[in-house]
């Protein structure tokens, strides 16, 4: 049994059932599991990464935001290290929308490598998907908003991962 292997695809169908009944923002209303899994292929395919563990937080790293998935729950299946990457990356939601997006700003230096990883890989992602499938209402004013604050985070996770920095200065400079 390849336990790396197991752990990647049990979090893969843990993330696939706690975002079942929810879609991105896009005009299609792509299925959510979509998202944590472009993290997942852009972290191994183009950052290199070849930790499990990482890979494994990706794809679960909106489970503890978005769904009702506890960090106990990711503990006890995932072990301390992917739910501790897991919690690093998770918003604190009793905060008002500016003060967590400001508290990204400002902690980003901070977090572990893995924690950087994942959060980059978040921002390529969903910078991708402003360029190609954007959420509906939104004009180019509010894209380039998104992207100046990105950027804002991102220049705290520089040194993580010299190609996954330039995968983001390339799809930030497909929008603005
Ligand atoms: P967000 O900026 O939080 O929305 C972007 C988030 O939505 C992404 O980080 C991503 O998060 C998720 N997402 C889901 N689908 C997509 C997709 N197709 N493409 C990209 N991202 C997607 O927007 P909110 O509406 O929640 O507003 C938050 C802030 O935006 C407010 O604090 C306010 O300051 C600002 N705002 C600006 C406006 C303007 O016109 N300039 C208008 C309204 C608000 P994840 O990866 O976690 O799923
Ligand atoms: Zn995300």
Do not use: C
């Not at 183009?46 to 990711?74: K, N, Q, S």
């Not at 996770?157 to 799809?171: Q, S, T, V």
């Amino acid at each position: 049994m390849n336990s790396d292997l197991v752990l990647v695809l049990d979090a893969a169908a843990f993330a696939a059932d706690k975002h079942r009944r929810q879609r991105r923002k896009d005009a299609e209303a792509t299925p959510y599991i979509n998202h944590p899994l472009s993290l997942a292929t852009i972290l191994a395919r183009e950052g290199g990464v070849d930790d499990a563990r990482v890979i494994a937080a990706a794809l679960l790293h909106d489970t503890v935001e978005d769904t009702e998935t506890t960090p106990d729950e990711l503990e006890a299946r995932f072990g301390a290290e992917v739910a501790g990457i897991v919690a690093e990356v998770t918003d604190d939601k009793s905060l008002s929308k500016a003060e967590r997006k400001q508290l990204q700003v400002a902690r980003a230096a901070h977090k572990s490598t893995g924690a950087k990883l994942v959060k980059l890989a978040d921002k390529i992602a969903n910078l991708r998907d402003i360029a190609a499938s954007p959420p509906a209402d939104w004009d180019q004013a509010r894209k380039a908003e998104y992207v100046h604050w990105a950027d804002k985070v991102v220049a705290g996770l520089r040194g993580a991962n010299p190609a996954l920095e330039a995968a983001f200065d390339a799809a930030a400079a497909a929008i603005v």
